[in-house]
């Protein structure tokens, strides 16, 4: 494949949250020509995906984290309640939002996230190097070839009318130098639903415009029954009590797993807590196991509130699973996989609830219609085994725990938003070629996502790059648990795809804007010698590293430029760099790979708190965050 004499191209394989991250990054970070193509199969989910656009998300669905902890920059963590304050188009916003006042630890709605990224991604757009350009394609992605140079992206075209294409719709072939997957979440079809999926009193995505519609038009007096307890259960659940509904609504949850409510004042914190011991040694049995796990979780849980007792019993445990993060790795690789996979499924939910809770407005109106004998919103502890037509258009939910079988007649049930982890399950022609190419591996030992290296690089049956093609977000949840420890939705969410789209923008430049006869030396000078130029000019090494953090967190190019030329200089004057055996100028460029490697690291390190990295980093303006 050649495109010679054109500026490189970057394919990003979904527009939602993680693809417009990633595209963000690759704007600010291009130093030299380059073509950005974000290509969505579904107009309404640019800059938004599932959880965020708007046709899915009326105005009473609210972050579930604080409005605080919603920027998409991870270095500038008050940027999105900035955003929301001063420069949000409010002219068709409700009360009481359009007269709010955001702050760091209130709520906000979930739907005007799709116009901060929008706007975000405009401004990255407009400040971008000359020649950095941006393509928004509507199509979807069917079907990948890798080869020489780069990889053969066949891409369906949408409908004329916005519905998503069909498969007798017109292909096209785009030829990219490296192509990010970021697909975002696929919906699982529940086994127990078979027979009513099409059924009108069924809702299997409450976050569509379909099932937003049941909801808001369901008479006051309607019973429901929601299948799951996790939050998007909540979504619905508070949706209706926000409209007077008055019928009894069933919350259906296998493990009884309640979530918790943020303080008011909440604020993301990370301890440094002893390591958990005992999980690191050799796993016997899932009862001997599960044992040392509650020891060490009461063991860490008293040594918060001993150690800390400034912070709220509410939010202990988030503090602790956060704390455990770095020694999960080591003791998941003592559980062999079948055992991991049934341990995840079994407990995915609790774990969940474990790391992260959520804000007052969502949570509060369902603890008070829980809260009472007469409450209408009722826990249904078991599992669902079927749900079948009943008279009268109702559908009955059979629902089994240890205990007893029961059955609830209801005239709407609402399944929780179930995402399909296994990607030989997903019905849709990219991931059926992805694998049989073998572009694409199933994670082995989770079972969840794709097997990927630490950049986030697709990784073949041989364990090697499949090819110039990097992943972002839910793709790489199998991975996540594995390298980084991060469980529940944390291997998936805003966090994460914070880091991960720094990392592979990053990664893709370097090779993008690299020297052929350059790149393969960076690796081996990364590995071999960045601990001598360190040593050898510390000093300076450490101002390099500063001013890449800052080139690559500003948002504006003639501040880019600026940092981008006194690097150049500062990088010109270490004397440590004479440990690299080659010619001077191919020095400078192993030189700067380097310190961008560092400083990528550094803009990533999630053992503190954003907070903290933007003092430690020397950001401009870092004591506001102090106000």
């Known amino acids: 494949m050649s495109r010679t004499g054109t500026p490189p191209r970057v394919v990003l394989v979904g527009a939602g949250l993680a693809g417009t991250a990633t595209a963000i990054r690759l704007l600010r970070f291009a130093r030299r020509p380059l073509e950005i193509v974000l290509l969505e199969r579904r107009s309404e989910y640019r800059s938004a995906g599932v959880a965020y656009h708007r046709q899915g998300n009326p105005w009473d669905h609210v972050f579930n984290i604080q409005a605080g902890r919603m920027s998409v920059f991870r270095e500038d963590v008050l940027d999105f309640v900035r955003w929301a304050n001063s420069e949000a188009d409010r002219r068709d916003w409700p009360a009481p939002w359009a007269e709010l006042e955001f702050t760091e630890q209130g709520p906000a709605p979930r739907r005007i996230f799709q116009d901060y990224l929008t706007d975000r991604l405009a401004q990255a757009r407009g400040e971008a190097c000359p020649g950095v350009v941006l393509v928004e394609a509507d199509g979807e992605a069917v079907d990948m070839e890798v080869l020489p140079g780069g990889v053969e992206v066949t891409v369906r075209q949408a409908a004329a009318d916005g519905r998503r294409a069909g498969r007798d719709r017109e292909q096209a072939v785009i030829r990219a130098e490296h192509v990010v997957l970021a697909t975002g979440l696929e919906l699982r079809q529940p086994p127990f639903a078979s027979e009513v999926l099409d059924h009108p009193a069924f809702v299997r995505n409450a976050y569509s415009a379909d099932g937003v519609a049941k909801l808001a038009g369901l008479a006051p007096e309607a019973r429901v029954a929601i299948v799951g307890s996790v939050l998007s259960a909540y979504d619905s659940a508070g949706l209706l009590l926000r409209q007077g509904h008055t019928g009894t609504i069933h919350l259906i949850s296998r493990s009884g797993t309640l979530f918790r409510t943020y303080p008011g004042d909440h604020e993301h914190g990370v301890l440094q807590l002893p390591c958990p011991r005992t999980l690191l040694e050799p796993y016997r049995d899932r009862e001997e196991f599960l044992a040392r796990v509650r020891t060490e979780w009461e063991r860490a849980c008293s040594t918060v509130a001993r150690e800390y007792p400034g912070i709220e019993q509410a939010v202990v445990a988030e503090r602790v699973a956060k704390a455990w993060e770095p020694h999960l790795p080591q003791a998941v690789e003592q559980i062999p996989s079948a055992e991991l996979r049934s341990l995840l499924d079994e407990f995915s939910t609790a774990i969940a609830a474990l790391r992260v809770g959520a804000v007052e407005y969502t949570m509060a109106i369902i603890e008070r219609a829980m809260r009472s004998a007469d409450g209408v919103v009722k826990l249904v502890v078991g ?245």
């Open 383 to 627: 599992a669902v085994e079927r749900i079948t037509p009943a008279q009268g258009g109702r559908l009955a939910v059979s629902v089994v725990s240890p205990e007893e079988k029961q059955t609830i007649e209801a005239d709407l049930v609402v399944s929780g938003f179930g995402r399909e982890w296994d990607y030989r399950k997903v019905g849709h022609s990219l991931w059926e070629n992805l694998l049989r190419r073998g572009i694409a591996v199933p994670h082995e030992r989770t079972g969840r996502g794709l097997k990927v290296d630490d950049h986030g690089t697709l990784l073949g049956p041989d364990g090697r790059p499949a090819g110039p093609i990097s992943a972002v977000g839910v793709l790489r949840e199998g991975d996540e648990i594995v390298r980084n420890g991060r469980t529940g939705a944390f291997a998936f969410n805003l966090a994460a795809i914070k880091n991960q789209s720094i990392t592979v923008a990053a990664r893709a430049l370097e090779q993008l804007e690299s020297e052929k006869d350059v790149v393969a030396d960076i690796e081996a000078q990364f590995r071999g010698h960045v601990s001598n130029i360190e040593e050898a000019d510390r000093i300076r090494f450490g101002e390099a590293v500063v001013l890449e953090v800052r080139r690559l967190a500003a948002s504006t190019r003639r501040e880019r430029e600026l940092l981008d030329s006194r690097l150049d200089a500062c990088i010109r004057s270490m004397d440590g760099i004479s440990v690299l055996a080659v010619e001077t100028s191919r020095r400078e460029r192993l030189t700067r790979a380097v310190v961008n490697r560092v400083a990528v690291g550094r803009l990533t390190d999630v053992s503190v708190t954003p907070r903290q990295l933007r003092r430690q980093l020397r950001l401009e303006n870092a004591e506001a965050l102090e106000d």
